[in-house]
């Protein structure tokens, strides 16, 4: 029987092989992330620089509302100095260039005498401002769809990392018979090809302070890696424990089997 | 077991407080000398590691509490509050997330350990029912807790489960109206599956007291499921299943540690780190790894109440196995067929799992199109999962009844010290 089916099966193999011409999505190229594996560990000149695309390029419409400047100068992060550590009785919100970055944007608030609406240059405890004050906003400039907030786009995709940078190089003319209606674009990376987003990079769009090439595959790393970062922050901090439990484990299943072995010693079973 | 005790109060004190409230002494009869059949083998610990699973549940979420708030505006920021600004919050929330899968991984362990070695047979049929009572309430711990970070698959994942109760003629729509707390999964169902998902677990520990209860009545079955017959059959529980257990229980900590600390999203789905919007569905919704057989068996049938009642039905035959299974004979070391039929179930639950995790109409075997039976293509996962929710209820429902009728097993030994001391091989 089922010999039979699977003769049936190769037969009807050969009619209706191409059936399915749907177009899916490519898978994300890899990368050789520096925070891969169980000892991987974020490229702090890597993370600034992604910091650097993010509020210079993509700021202007994704929102990151679950980062704050302080974020910035924690351990692992991507201006960390251990100058302004818990060690030395300091915080992140020490650190003069957190406090810079901070001072840099407009932070949207209250005047504290009038409670009229007012902005003021932030501080490290201020979350990243949104680019727009509320959804509604979001939707109308972007054609009806918000862009989503990227705090945790690392996590929240299939592919992590690499599909983000993937994504941001995918763009390119419409495979196969795809039709683009006004201000959509085709990215091959995106599922169904057709993606609201304009290419956000290109060639020297950002300035890399560390002299870096300034290329669309280099900023679309950078921006990944930085947004592993943000959405996983306490990542190093857990593989750090994870190699000291890990090993304590091992020694103590050790000695548990040789507990084991001793107790048992005189007793079949 | 129920017997004449062996605690001697070792000092005044102990004494006195065993004359008033004998603590020690059942401390003493239940965990210290307890007698166990002497040839347990590494099957038999997970009990003990199920016991460590539920108190590492219960400790991290008590804390999680403590930093969480349900409901639908704030619940999403604050899971990420505690991953990100509570002092170790990360690690909490990551063991109380994957300490649900290890234990689901230890309770399906356990659960085929007694299938296989027909720990459900006579005396022993309310200890099991008393576990799948546990079983049931993990499920539904699980499920509402999945909910609460309130994300796209917590939302939607709910959002199916629910309806799926509106399918019992009648009492259907009054159950999910009661589920929801209104007319749709909104605020007042976060607040209720967060009430209840902080009861359960102490449900839980209630009827594991009262498992392990039932367990030191009737004694513990064995890998060749004869009872004891002497004091050459058993060994006092401490130190030899203490130690055993404790041995077991660390290595079952690596596991866990490597999920936790190497790849804590491993078992999770991408979605849920998008915040729940009803008016967005995921492309595919699947609920966890561990209900993913019985979401298969849901939708292999296309119609929905009785897509729903083979679901429960899948469980309910769980709970009947006692009476289900007609063989003598407890242990399948001794039944050749049993056992074949056995691995076949195991091996039909794994792809259960795979169908639940597969879209309906996804290809077996990619690029095969071959001819469609009734509504789909055969060679699609909603087939594929007919055939094996067929051998599920079958598996139960006649290879366990005709099965003990039918086969010839294979001679039990006379006691259990015969065949260890007579230096049989131990499996």
Known sequence: MLRKVTLLAAALLLVGGPAMAAAKAHEPEPVAFSFEGPFGRFNQVQLQRGYKVYREVCSSCHSMTLLAFRNLGDPSGPFFDPEYSAEKGLTSNDNPVVKALAADTQIPDLDGETGDPITRPGIPADRFPSPFPNIIAAKASNGGIAPPDLSLMAKAREGGPEYIASLLQGYGPPEHGVTLAPGQHYNKYFPGGVIGMAPPLAVDKVSFDDGTKSTVKQQAEDVAAFLMWAAEPKMEERKKMGFSVLIFLVLFSGMLYASYRRVWKNESH | ?427
Request: hydrophobic share 50%.
């Open chain 2, 1 to 427: 077991m129920s017997g004449h005790s062996t605690y001697q109060p070792s000092n005044g004190f102990a004494k006195w407080l065993d004359a008033r409230l004998p603590v020690g002494r059942l401390v003493w009869d239940s965990f210290v000398d307890y007698p166990t059949p002497r040839n347990l083998n590494y099957w038999w610990t997970f009990g003990g590691i199920l016991s460590l699973c539920l108190g590492v549940q219960i400790v991290t979420g008590i804390v999680l509490a403590m930093h969480y708030t349900p409901s639908a505006a704030a619940a999403f920021t604050s899971v990420e509050h505690i991953m990100r600004d509570v002092n170790y919050g990360w690690l909490l929330r990551y063991m109380h997330a994957n300490g649900a899968s290890m234990f689901f991984i230890a309770v399906y362990i356990h659960m085929l350990r007694g299938l296989y070695y027909g720990s459900y047979k006579a005396p022993r049929e309310v200890l099991w029912i008393l576990g799948c009572v546990i079983y049931g309430l993990m499920m539904a711990t699980a499920f509402m807790g999945y909910v609460l970070p309130w994300g796209q698959m917590s939302f939607h994942g709910a959002v199916v489960i629910t309806n799926l109760l509106g399918a019992f003629p009648i009492v259907g729509d009054a159950i999910t109206t009661l589920l929801w707390g209104g007319f749709a999964v909104d605020e007042p169902t976060l607040k209720r599956f967060f009430s209840l998902h902080y009861l359960l677990p102490f449900m839980i520990a209630g009827v594991v007291v009262l498992h392990v209860w039932a367990l030191h009545v009737v004694g513990q079955n064995n890998p060749t499921g004869v009872d004891p017959k002497s004091k050459a059959d058993t060994l006092p529980f401490t130190p030899y299943a203490t130690v055993k257990d404790g041995f077991a229980m660390s290595v079952f900590l690596i596991l866990f540690a490597v999920f936790l600390f190497y790849m804590p999203n491993a078992l999770g789905h991408a979605d849920n780190y998008i915040p729940a919007d009803p008016l967005v569905t995921p492309s595919h919704i699947v609920p966890e790894w561990y209900f993913l057989p019985f979401y298969a068996i849901l939708r292999a049938v296309p119609e929905k109440l009785i897509g729903v009642l083979a679901m429960f039905g899948s469980i309910v035959c769980i709970f009947a196995l006692p009476w289900l299974d007609t063989s003598k004979v407890k242990s399948m070391r001794y039944r050749p067929q049993a056992r074949l039929y056995f691995f076949i179930f195991l091996v039909v639950c794994v792809i259960l799992g795979f169908c639940g995790a597969k879209l309906p109409d996804d290809q077996v075997i990619p690029g095969l199109t071959t001819f469609v039976l009734v509504d789909s293509d055969l060679n699609s996962f909603v087939w594929l999962s007919r055939v094996a929710t067929l051998y599920y209820f079958a598996y139960f429902l006649v290879v366990m009844p005709l099965l003990g009728l039918l086969e010839k097993p294979l001679p039990t030994p006379e006691t259990i010290s015969s065949p260890v001391l007579g230096g049989e091989h131990k499996d």
